[in-house]
């Protein structure tokens, strides 16, 4: 009898046990059903896959880029291929089910917000910026403790969206970063006789192509008075070009603006639009490939990017002071020239040009590290790190 009752039982439990999984197969079967109705399946939880929700609007960068579904990381030729990018929180029927959730910082800055309720121990929820503190203050919201990941400019951040790449002649990439080992320009060598001859070709002062004319740091004015001081002093100009200027090179037309830069300026304005540490943007790139003096301006330690003795900070001069510079240095081509003894040893490119530091590239490969997956951590004083008390 006992036999018999155990045998029931056993069959009991069996049943109810098929009946629950047949029940969940439907249940699940029927959510599939919706989803590829309204084209958003994504094969739910498919093994190997990371899952990537972007929370706010994606025609914000970087999102606007990153595509959906695996095509922004195998367009890019990515070391990992293995993300699946959404728009959508129903594409697995919970925030919490993704790896990785992503917050443009643009969106932030509204008065009224809405964010995920869920989250899971291990899921990151990552802010992303390409944008300085300055143009998109967090002032209305306390976000402290709320984020895992950052994905901005910043050198510190733990995805870095960097706008440049610096290699050795090695190629190596060996920078920006807080603590460059860069060779001390004394013990590089002096510039050759025929990378000197390049450089007589130049007539002109100083170039800058700007499209946004007013802005934070008030870019702008600093430049006027230095285009007046060499007008009036040394009958030099700054030659500016775009929506803020007289002088026109259209962005189509890359190439040619470039060869413009390198034949005819000895200068050109790298002027950053807003304040903040390790915001240094593709700006520095124009003299810095094509042969002609950085002048910056900007929050950076400009030290953590470029060599010594390789750019001139506008913030350390005067403006009547850096105009002299300039004209003493368009008069001393020897003294100029010295400017570029770094090119021997260091080069620069755009960060998506280089697989290794393409930023979409390091999302993906990021979320394949089990390390830093597995390990717990948050920016407790991510106020700090945006900036919260200068911006605010």
Same mark, same amino acid.
């Given at each position: 009898?006992?036999?018999?009752?155990?045998?029931?039982? &056993?069959?009991?439990?069996?049943?109810?046990?098929?009946?629950?999984?047949?029940?969940?197969?439907?249940?699940?079967?029927?959510?599939?059903?919706?989803?590829?109705?309204?084209?958003?399946?994504?094969?739910?939880?498919?093994?190997?896959?990371?899952?990537?929700?972007?929370?706010?609007?994606?025609?914000?960068?970087?999102?606007?880029?990153?595509?959906?579904?695996?095509?922004?990381?195998?367009?890019?030729?990515?070391?990992?291929?293995?993300?699946?990018?959404?728009?959508?929180?129903?594409?697995?029927?919970?925030?919490?089910?993704?790896?990785?959730?992503?917050?443009?910082?643009?969106?932030?800055?509204?008065?009224?917000?809405?964010?995920?309720?869920?989250?899971?121990?291990?899921?990151?929820?990552?802010?992303?910026?390409?944008?300085?503190?300055?143009?998109?203050?967090?002032?209305?919201?306390?976000?402290?403790?709320?984020?895992?990941?950052?994905?901005?400019?910043?050198?510190?951040?733990?995805?870095?969206w960097g706008y440049i790449t610096i290699k050795d002649a090695d190629d190596n990439i060996v920078g920006p970063?807080?603590?460059?080992?860069?060779?001390?320009?004394?013990?590089?060598?002096?510039?050759?006789?025929?990378?000197?001859?390049?450089?007589?070709?130049?007539?002109?002062?100083?170039?800058?192509?700007?499209?946004?004319?007013?802005?934070?740091?008030?870019?702008?004015?600093?430049?006027?008075?230095?285009?007046?001081?060499?007008?009036?002093?040394?009958?030099?100009?700054?030659?500016?070009?775009?929506?803020?200027?007289?002088?026109?090179?259209?962005?189509?037309?890359?190439?040619?603006? #470039?060869e413009l830069i390198a034949r005819d300026y000895f200068f050109y304005l790298s002027f950053e639009n807003a304040?903040?540490?390790?915001?240094?943007?593709?700006?520095?790139?124009?003299?810095?490939?094509? #042969?002609?003096?950085?002048?910056?301006?900007?929050?950076?330690?400009?030290?953590?990017?470029?060599?010594?003795?390789?750019?001139? #900070?506008?913030?350390?001069?005067?403006?009547? =002071?850096?105009?002299?510079?300039?004209?003493?240095?368009?008069?001393?081509?020897?003294?100029?020239?010295?400017?570029?003894?770094?090119?021997?040893?260091?080069?620069?490119?755009?960060?998506?040009? &280089?697989?290794?530091?393409? =930023?979409?590239?390091?999302?993906?490969?990021?979320? #394949?590290?089990?390390?830093?997956?597995?390990?717990?951590?948050?920016?407790?004083?991510?106020?700090e790190f945006w900036e919260f008390h200068s911006t605010c």
């Amino acid at each position: 009898m006992r036999k018999f009752t155990t045998k029931v039982f &056993v069959c009991v439990l069996f049943c109810v046990i098929f009946i629950i999984t047949l029940h969940n197969y439907h249940k699940q079967q029927t959510y599939i059903s919706i989803l590829k109705s309204k084209g958003q399946y994504f094969e739910l939880k498919k093994a190997g896959m990371k899952y990537i929700l972007l929370w706010t609007k994606q025609e914000n960068i970087p999102f606007a880029y990153l595509g959906q579904g695996q095509s922004g990381f195998i367009g890019r030729n990515c070391e990992y291929t293995n993300c699946m990018v959404s728009y959508n929180e129903d594409d697995l029927g919970s925030t919490a089910a993704f790896d990785a959730v992503l917050f443009a910082g643009p969106e932030l800055i509204h008065t009224i917000l809405y964010l995920p309720e869920e989250r899971l121990p291990y899921q990151k929820f990552v802010f992303a910026s390409i944008e300085s503190p300055g143009n998109y203050p967090l002032c209305r919201h306390n976000f402290n403790g709320y984020f895992n990941w950052t994905w901005t400019y910043k050198l510190e951040s733990d995805i870095r969206w960097g706008y440049i790449t610096i290699k050795d002649a090695d190629d190596n990439i060996v920078g920006p970063k807080k603590d460059m080992n860069w060779i001390p320009w004394k013990e590089m060598d002096p510039v050759n006789a025929t990378f000197k001859e390049q450089l007589k070709s130049k007539r002109k002062a100083v170039a800058w192509f700007v499209s946004h004319c007013r802005s934070r740091s008030r870019r702008e004015d600093y430049a006027a008075v230095l285009k007046e001081e060499l007008m009036i002093k040394y009958d030099l100009n700054v030659d500016v070009y775009g929506d803020c200027g007289s002088y026109k090179c259209l962005r189509e037309e890359e190439d040619k603006c #470039n060869e413009l830069i390198a034949r005819d300026y000895f200068f050109y304005l790298s002027f950053e639009n807003a304040f903040s540490e390790d915001y240094v943007t593709e700006k520095i790139l124009h003299p810095l490939q094509n #042969n002609a003096v950085p002048i910056v301006f900007g929050g950076a330690n400009y030290s953590r990017f470029l060599p010594d003795r390789s750019y001139l #900070n506008a913030r350390d001069f005067k403006t009547e =002071e850096l105009a002299r510079i300039i004209y003493d240095l368009m008069n001393n081509p020897d003294e100029y020239a010295e400017f570029f003894r770094w090119k021997k040893y260091y080069s620069y490119h755009k960060t998506t040009k &280089v697989k290794e530091t393409n =930023e979409y590239c390091q999302m993906c490969a990021a979320l #394949n590290d089990d390390k830093l997956m597995q390990t717990t951590s948050v920016y407790d004083s991510f106020n700090e790190f945006w900036e919260f008390h200068s911006t605010c």
